[in-house]
Nanobody, 121 residues
């Protein structure tokens, strides 16, 4: 499966932004989907994940209550709604597809190219 992330941009603290990740192929529903992010000089970290059937979601503590992950199987797309953005949310955001819902990078088999989110104070 190929993944194409989009929707990044330059925002101010407190703003909202929605990222999208479009998946190619007919097997989108077979994959759990995740969002990760990587800030300059830091390792790529888990942000959110959603199960294949969308009945389970997990979030990192740093975004819980502010970010929402969702998926639209008809559109082969996973979303990350980001509210109350903070400067520390600045990073390149990556979407990923894996066989099981997981917080671990190594459990994801396919990765998108990343989209930059910059939040100014």
């Amino acid at each position: 499966v190929q993944l194409q992330a989009s929707g990044g941009g330059l925002e101010q603290a407190g703003d909202s932004l929605r990222l999208s990740c479009a998946a190619s192929g007919r097997t989108f529903g077979s994959y759990a989907m995740g969002w990760f992010r990587q800030a300059p000089g830091k390792e790529r970290e888990f942000v959110a994940t959603i199960s294949r059937s969308a009945d389970s979601t997990y979030y990192s503590d740093s975004v819980k209550g502010r970010f929402t992950i969702s998926r639209d199987t008809a559109k082969n797309t996973v979303y990350l709604q980001m509210n109350s953005l903070k400067p520390e949310d600045t990073a390149v955001y990556y979407c990923a597809a894996g066989r099981y819902i997981s917080r671990r990078r190594d459990d994801y088999d396919y990765w998108g190219q990343g989209t930059q989110v910059t939040v100014s104070s």
